[in-house]
């Protein structure tokens, strides 16, 4: 569990007989941990109780032994796929969360507004401010975020509220 920290996230293959720890157990304190990394169990004394319990740990796949060949590296395809895939995901979070912390915090508030579905004079009620101060902040969140499109500002905006 220690060295896990050290390693590049990849998918990882448990068994669930294996001599310290079991692969479910292992599997159960990973997650315990946040390491979310695609997993395939596989198992020569498997039963559905320990497929499920697999499954519900996140396990992408569960093999019988003995395993075929192609069975295992169409899992561990799946498991990349899925790992980049997350990875990609993880990316634009923090790509997003960098775009957010550039906008100053009357910015962010005008924002959180358009992401509500509020029409300019709606927030510049809210606000107190005149509609044309609004478009201003509007417009600087626009050259911010790259996007003036409120449907695009309110998806960043969710992205962001999610990565927080």
């Known amino acids: 569990l220690q060295a896990l920290a050290n390693l590049k996230p990849g998918c990882l293959i448990l068994d669930i007989r294996m001599p310290a720890i079991s692969g479910l157990k292992l599997q159960e304190k990973l997650t315990e941990r946040d390491v979310n990394w695609p997993t395939v169990v596989i198992s020569g004394h498997g039963d559905i109780e320990a497929c499920r319990k697999a499954f519900r740990n996140g396990a992408i796949d569960f093999l019988s032994k003995p395993v075929d060949e192609q069975d295992l590296i169409d899992a561990i395809q799946k498991g990349q796929a899925a790992l980049a895939s997350a990875t990609a995901r993880d990316a634009e979070r923090r790509e997003t969360l960098a775009l957010?912390?550039?906008?100053?915090?009357?910015?962010?508030?005008?924002?959180?507004?358009?992401?509500?579905?509020?029409?300019?004079?709606?927030?510049?009620?809210?606000?107190?401010?005149?509609p044309r101060t609004v478009e201003s902040h509007r417009a600087a969140i626009g050259a911010k975020l790259g996007t003036t499109s409120p449907a695009e500002m309110t998806r960043l905006w969710i992205e962001a509220e999610a990565a927080q």
Do not use: K, N, Y
């Open 100 to 130: 957010m912390t550039g906008l100053t915090p009357r910015e962010r508030e005008v924002l959180s507004l358009v992401a509500r579905g509020f029409a300019t004079r709606d927030i510049a009620a809210a606000l107190q401010v005149s």
